[in-house]
């Protein structure tokens, strides 16, 4: 594993860590949770993203990892770099949503609470929130850092040109944003017109979520929706109606091109994110030891003839597809 500066900080992430949005709930295999987490922590995955309302149920993410660390990890804590957000609805009523102060600081504490850990190194806002001024929002990140609540500030899924104004309001106050995490894989692409370039310009990493499109990206769907996908489980996002003809000739022309490589789809689509060396980590979500096993050997090799890249392209634009 190689570890890459964010930005122009001095911190270091793998580049592959591990997102607990989907299969760390109470919905799912406790053991297989644990075994996820050492094994990912023992193969150099030092980095595990979280937020307030991981599940199901919003929050059992936070108390599974927070147990699963104090029992398997706890000597461990210095050695990990544990994020978390807050910023999509989390409880009822007009404080548990969105950028305002009162939420932030409430939400941190909540999360503390449940994970069992004394601070974040990563703390996000998870999303812009276009009813709070940003100054309040980025006042409120500020002052978890002050108070050591959280080492870093992170931004999440932020318009351009707000998170230019986060960023240039932290610095006036003499704290550094540390990075910028947005979605970016063959097949959402967004950040690569302006937030690339933002993150370039400011100094600020880039960690990209849902790498494999939260699985489309693989081999799983060519024959069908598995009983064990997040398609079929059926708690999140993913539905079987995003599953279209169209999309399974495109994933199975990009597999062709994968099997060229000697590389499954999934290795291919975290090594085409990590190619673009503003990447400073891709989170992966897995709900397998073997599937982080086969994730890993992406590392292997991340590196693209031109020739192939140009080939990617022409599938991902391909009308006929
Ligand atoms: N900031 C935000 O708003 C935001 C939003 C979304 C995600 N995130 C972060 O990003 C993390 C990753 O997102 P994601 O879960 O959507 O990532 P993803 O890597 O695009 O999708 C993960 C899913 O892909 C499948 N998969 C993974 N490796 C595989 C392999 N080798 N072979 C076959 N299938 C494989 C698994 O599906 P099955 O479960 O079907 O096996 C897994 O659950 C989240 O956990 C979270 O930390 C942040």
Redo the contacts with the bound molecule.
Sequence with gaps: MDYNFSGKSGLKLPQL???????FGDVDNFQIATDMICHAFEKGITHF???NN?GPPAGSAEINFGKILSKQLKSHRDEMIVSS?AG?FMWDGPYGDGGSRKYIMASIDQSLKRTGLEYFDIF?S??YDPETPIEETVQALIHIVRQGKALYIGL??YPVDKAIKAVELMKEQHVRCLIY???Y?MFRREVEKAHFGLCQELGLGYIA????????????YLHGI?A??????GVGFLKENDITPKLINTIEELNKLALERGQ?L??MA?AWVLRNKIVTSV??????V???D??LKTLDNIRFSEDELTLIESVLNRKDL
Excluded: C
């Design positions: 860590s591990l997102g607990l949005w989907h299969n993203d979280l937020a991981y957000k999509h996000y998870h999303r999440s899924k995490q947005d979605r894989s979520f849902s790498p494999l499109a939260q699985g489309l990206l693989t081999n799983k598995p064990d996908s997040r398609v079929a489980k499954t999934a290795e975290l989170i992966i979500g897995t709900s397998s073997a599937q982080i086969d994730n």
